[in-house]
């Protein structure tokens, strides 16, 4: 399934040609596909067959309101890091018993409220953070649910910056201290265990990682079993990579063809197989792979200009609206809304910020664009508009969905009126 297609020469999203949005609504743009969403969700959703689970959608990767309260009504939980994105799940109408909480540094007040609305589970990411919990559930005199988040030193071999399940890394806690923890939870009146749980990294592109994943958590799951916790899941995270390379073929009247790297069924049946003997409950925390595809960045031309040897292209969306590049010099396509010249150049695709960071491509061969014209800047629904900001004074974009040939606004654009704040 792809959403986003050429008709012969512009750019659609479902039903809907980009070039009208951009025109009415302006630019930068956030535009994404209903359709797209819910087909994402169900292929999740549909790997898993007869196997008990939850798919909590990590809220980090967009937490546009109508993103999340259409995945809410599709069945989704969530995967949260903060006090506000709690509370962002929850007012999308996401039950708590499908909300598991994870993070480095939770403060006491957000765990407070995670005891208090009957979270699934509370990440622990260090034996201090346990100790923490279980203070805090005693003074609430009620039982913490608590899940351990384990860095079984897998790498990704992605970029370092979204790697997270390396001993060094800062997330989790290492096998051994996983041990530990589930001995001393067992004489814990204020704790349960009721979960394990790992998050390798993001954007991963390999099966290995996730073979050697699924070995070390269906041992640990049994270690915890046999020392009498009764585990009510096991959380293998999310980091399902995506092909940001392929996102769409320009000049044919086709489909793209952006997908998934490794097919999640493949995935998810290593998981099961891994752990079906246990018959505990699985849950995953796909971010990426549910929106990424779903979104795109319009953006317009503003100037051409060359310096040295480089061709320059100046658009009026940067770093503020899409940082992924900055970032991870992260791959995203990026194609004109109309193809009015089949002839290409090899140029560097630049913001209007005053940092020299600021680029969505670098020697990069795009079609022919002038001044005026629109860009798309494709896969761009996962850590977009979530990693967006207003530095240089930008408010932030307008984001839209399309379901057919219905647009909505489902973000307006901020006024410099949000931004000047005393
Ligand atoms: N679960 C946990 C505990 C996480 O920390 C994350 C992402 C996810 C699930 C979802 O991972 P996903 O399925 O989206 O790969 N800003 C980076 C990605 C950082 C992700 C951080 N944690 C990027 O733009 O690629």
């Known amino acids: 399934m792809q959403c986003l297609h050429y008709d012969k020469t512009s750019l659609y999203i479902e039903d809907v040609a980009l070039t009208e949005l951009a025109n009415e609504f302006g630019t930068p743009l956030y535009v994404y596909s209903f359709k797209q969403l819910v087909s994402n969700f169900k292929r999740f959703d549909d790997a898993f067959g007869d196997y008990p689970h939850t798919l909590c959608y990590a809220l980090k990767a967009n937490s546009n309101p109508t993103i999340l309260r259409s995945l809410a009504r599709v069945g989704a939980g969530a995967d949260v890091v903060s006090g506000g994105e709690l509370f962002f ?11 598991v909480f994870a ?28 100790e923490v919990i279980s203070d805090l559930a005693e003074r609430l005199n009620r039982v913490a649910p608590v899940s351990l988040r384990i860095n079984p030193d897998i790498d990704i071999y992605g970029h370092p910056y979204i790697a997270t399940g390396r001993h060094g890394d800062k997330f989790g806690i290492t096998g ?5 923890l589930i001995n001393r939870i067992k004489n814990d009146d204020y704790c349960d265990l009721v979960g394990i749980h790992a998050h390798i990294g993001s954007q991963i592109t390999e099966m290995a990682p996730y073979e050697k994943l699924a070995e070390y958590m269906a041992d640990i799951a049994r270690k915890a079993l046999q020392a009498g916790h009764r585990l009510e899941y096991i959380d293998f995270g999310g980091g399902f990579g995506l092909d940001y390379k392929n996102a769409i073929e320009v000049n044919i009247d086709g489909q793209g063809s952006d997908d998934l790297v490794v097919e999640p069924q493949k995935i998810i049946s290593t998981f099961i197989n891994a752990v079906k003997d246990t018959e505990v409950p699985l849950i995953i925390e796909p971010g990426r792979a549910l929106v990424a595809n779903t979104g795109v960045l319009i953006t317009e031309v503003l ?13 009026d969306a ?15 396509e990026i194609v004109p809304l109309e193809i009015r010249d089949p002839g290409s150049m090899v140029v560097d695709v630049v913001g209007p910020i005053c940092e020299s960071s600021d680029f969505f491509a670098r020697e990069r061969e795009i079609l022919n664009v002038g001044r005026g014209d629109y860009l798309a800047v494709l896969t761009a629904g996962a850590y977009g508009f979530s990693l967006s900001s207003t530095y240089n004074a930008r408010p932030k974009s307008l984001e839209l969905m399309v379901r057919g040939k219905r647009v909505k606004v489902i973000r307006e654009r901020q006024s410099l009126d949000d931004l000047w704040v005393e």
């Open 103 to 130: 993070g480095v540094g939770k403060r006491d007040i957000d765990i407070e409220a995670a005891i208090k609305i009957g979270i699934r589970g509370l990440n622990v990411e260090s034996e201090m953070e346990y």
């Open 303 to 315: 100037y051409l200009k060359q310096t040295g040897k480089t061709n320059i292209v100046i658009v």
């Open 176 to 180: 051994e201290a996983a041990l530990r």
């Open 318 to 332: 940067g770093m503020t609206e899409l940082i992924r590049p900055s970032l991870y010099a992260a791959h995203h």
């Open 89 to 99: 799940a929850l007012e999308s109408g996401i039950p708590p018993e499908k909300i």
